[in-house]
């Protein structure tokens, strides 16, 4: 009888595995269970690659607690956004677990690991690599690691964003539309940036994916 229990646990278990993995792709391609939960797959990609003409992120590759983190926000409302406000505070906790989880898992984009000790010459670049401490800009680097690719849960990757989307951001952080990150830091720097330097930074960093690692 025990290895009669045990074997049909073991069974159980096998398929169990597979409904779980099928789960998340299914709120990825289909949306949650509630309708207003709709499919992320209509503006972010087929694989999370993102949508950057219409200013839709990449999430695939993303840290799964970074985007655990956002749609909780979201759905909280101390992140604001028009389309994700709605579809987030739909997600079951379940269902954001489970499609941040599987998003994760997928690749990034190759970037070329740019530092501080890199010649910086444009304004996006300076800023980048250099800040502007005068004004009390720290260098992108310094929290996004070199080339932007993201650091642990809080500092998530630049470069393999959008020009769209970077900028879109860094202008949400100006007008006081997202502030949920730690101690307002990135609100204090986007709101001493001026609009040129807005969109040369945005420029610069989703330019490294364009260029691939080791170029």
């Known amino acids: 009888m025990n290895v009669l229990r045990w074997t049909s646990c073991l069974l159980l278990l096998a398929v169990s595995i597979p409904i779980h993995a099928a789960d998340s792709v299914s709120v990825y391609t289909k949306g949650g269970a509630n309708p207003a939960a709709m499919a992320c797959i209509t503006c972010h990609g087929a694989e999370g690659e993102g949508m950057g003409a219409a200013g839709f992120p990449r999430l695939g590759g993303l840290s799964a607690e970074y985007m655990k983190k956002q749609l909780t926000d979201f759905a909280s409302g ?4 028009p389309i994700m406000q709605p579809i987030a505070a739909a ?10 989880t599987m998003l994760a898992d997928k690749p990034w984009p190759a970037v ?13 670049e300076i800023l980048a690599l250099r800040g502007a401490w005068e004004r009390n800009i720290p260098e992108c680097v310094a929290c996004h690691g070199p080339g932007g ?7 998530p990757p630049l470069a393999g964003q959008s020009t769209q989307y970077i900028a879109a951001q860094l202008n949400a952080w100006r007008q006081g539309a997202r502030n949920n990150d730690p101690n307002d830091l990135m609100g204090h720097i986007a709101r001493k940036l001026t ?3 807005v969109g040369a930074v945005a420029q610069y960093f989703a330019g ?8």
């Open 78 to 81: 101390e992140r604001a956004n």
């Open 91 to 100: 997600l079951s906790a379940e269902e954001a677990h489970a499609v941040s």
């Open 112 to 124: 070329e690991r740019v530092g501080r000790a890199a010649a910086a010459l444009g304004v996006g």
């Open 149 to 155: 690719v993201g650091v642990g849960e809080a500092f």
């Open 195 to 197: 609009d040129a330097e």
């Open 208 to 215: 490294l994916a364009e260029k691939g690692a080791g170029q």
